[in-house]
């Protein structure tokens, strides 16, 4: 069955302070990619994706991603977090063909940012 | 432009009673999902649906029932609430992947407690 997997379940950091969230996934075939942000109270947004192209992917606030198929991984990255980036962060797969669009997302990592 | 409602916000249960959340997207999408989100389990797939008059079963369906009869509605139905079934609830919503590669819009979610 297919699924992903989120390493750090809870991550707090200082300002500042670089970040890598890591996320591997389990299928073989074409993939799309997607990491969301759940800042506190609100709903689930989505901070970038991936579909085809560039492995490395850019998106809102500062936020990168470098989808890796040879370790099946697509981890996050900020060169440096500031206070408002403490939130809940889901890293998603769905594959890149079929046709019900289904995400499967990972645990979660929540990251508390220390002013 | 509201993007997806979902209603209501909060609810309280006694276990057996039975309840509907509802989600509306005025977005015209094709595809509308319904989610769980437990602590340190990501969030998880109930039940889909692909189209107007259409609806499938995702990964924990058991002890809920959905309704598509509206392509702007999707319903989700406790017929008797069980204390396992405390979780906060998300609508989603997507176009198909061919056109929208499945990026799917969430609602702010419900917050159910069943005692």
């Known amino acids: 069955a297919q699924s992903v997997s989120q390493h750090n379940h809870h991550v707090i950091l200082s300002e500042a302070a670089s970040l890598e969230l890591g996320c591997n996934y389990s299928?073989?075939?074409?993939?799309?990619l997607f990491w969301y942000v759940q800042y506190p109270g609100q709903h689930l947004q989505l901070l970038l994706k991936?579909?085809?192209?560039?492995?490395l992917v850019k998106g809102i606030k500062g936020f990168e991603a470098e989808f890796i198929k040879s370790k099946f991984s697509f981890n996050l990255r900020k060169p440096s977090v500031q206070w408002s980036d403490t939130a809940e962060y889901f890293c998603a797969v769905t594959p890149g063909s079929g046709n019900t669009g289904k995400l499967i997302f990972g645990q979660g990592t929540t990251l508390q940012v220390k002013p | 432009n509201a993007g997806v409602t979902q209603t209501p916000k909060f609810r309280v249960l006694k276990t057996g009673q039975s309840m509907t959340l509802l989600c509306a997207q005025d977005?015209?999408?094709?595809?509308m999902y319904w989610y769980r989100q437990d602590p340190g389990m990501g969030l998880r797939l109930i039940h889909y649906?692909?189209?107007?008059?259409?609806?499938a079963k995702g990964e924990v369906p058991d002890g809920y029932n959905v309704s598509r009869l509206k392509k702007q509605n999707f319903l989700l139905g406790l017929e008797s609430a069980a204390p396992s079934q405390t979780s906060v609830y998300f609508c989603a919503s997507s176009q198909p992947l061919q056109l929208a590669k499945n990026i799917q819009y969430f609602g702010a979610g419900t917050r159910l407690s069943v005692l």
């Open positions: 991936y579909f085809s192209g560039d492995p």
């Open positions: 299928y073989g075939g074409t993939v799309n």
């Open positions: 977005m015209n999408h094709e595809y």
């Open positions: 649906s692909v189209g107007e008059g259409t609806t």
